[in-house]
């Protein structure tokens, strides 16, 4: 099955491949890279196995951080500012974090987990029946 998805202005196209929605694995991270990232109070990816996205069409802008113990890449629309995906440089070679929101039907993957749960905003409920991690590893 293919996904498609883009960015807001439409100059960045992608598609991902998959043999089902189960094999993508969609989380919420509130750490604070994350929500400044994509200005909001926590941030929604799907992560995908690499050879799975494609770009279709336009070319994304790449911004890489020093995150620390890794560095962070991060892609986005040139244009109209929107992220398209990130991913850590110890997952280069195998996986990359679509933002949820940029997939046409971003509703065909519903949340699976929770990240970095100690830094959530006091207003924001737990998402039930989904793994809920204080970090990353524990
Ligand atoms: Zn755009
Ligand atoms: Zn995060």
């Not at 991270?29 to 926590?42: D, I, L, N, P």
């Not at 890489?64 to 892609?75: A, F, M, P, Q, W």
Request: hydrophobic share 25%; net charge neutral.
């Amino acid at each position: 099955m293919k996904y498609p998805g883009g960015c807001y202005c439409g100059q960045v196209r992608y598609e991902v491949d998959l043999q089902s929605p189960d094999e993508a694995r969609t989380s919420i991270c509130h750490c604070t890279s994350c929500k400044r990232f994509f200005g909001t109070g926590f941030g929604l990816t799907t992560k995908v196995p690499k050879d799975a996205f494609r770009v279709a069409k336009g070319t994304p802008k790449e911004h890489v951080s020093d995150n620390g113990s890794t560095s962070l890449h991060r892609e986005f629309c040139g244009v109209c500012g929107t992220g398209i995906l990130e991913y850590g440089e110890e997952a280069a070679q195998k996986s990359r974090y679509i933002m949820t929101g940029t997939f046409d039907q971003p509703g065909t993957f519903p949340p699976k987990g929770e990240f970095f749960c100690k830094d959530r905003e006091r207003w924001m409920p737990e998402i039930p029946n989904v793994f809920h991690k204080q970090e990353i590893q524990e």
